[in-house]
């Protein structure tokens, strides 16, 4: 289907050399990249569950603004 759509000026000049690089039509190029995005738009997104020790959470006086004293916490004061 022929239609007009309005394309970045820089991203019309790094599809027309994908399509050169690769030997394909720019519509090709066009069609795989508007494919990709719709495909990537469509996709649930998934739920992540991050693990943790147990622990209660941040400890009582432990400043995360403070760098010096989280590294000496840490043991990285050398």
């Given at each position: 289907?022929?239609?007009?759509v309005?394309?970045?000026?820089?991203l019309?000049?790094?599809?027309?050399v994908v399509?050169a690089?690769t030997?394909?039509?720019?519509?090709?190029?066009?069609?795989?990249?508007?494919?990709?995005?719709l495909?990537?738009?469509?996709?649930?997104?998934?739920?992540?569950?991050?693990?943790?020790?147990?622990?209660?959470?941040?400890?009582?006086?432990?400043?995360?603004?403070?760098?010096?004293?989280?590294?000496?916490?840490?043991g990285?004061?050398?």
């Open positions: 289907m022929r239609t007009t309005t394309i970045d000026d820089a019309l000049q790094q599809a027309k399509a690089r030997n394909r039509t720019l519509g090709e190029v066009v069609n795989d990249a508007l494919r990709v995005a495909a990537r738009s469509s996709r649930k997104p998934q739920r992540v569950t991050l693990e943790t020790d147990g622990g209660s959470g941040l400890q009582p006086g432990v400043d995360l603004l403070d760098k010096e004293a989280l590294a000496e916490l840490l990285d004061n050398g």
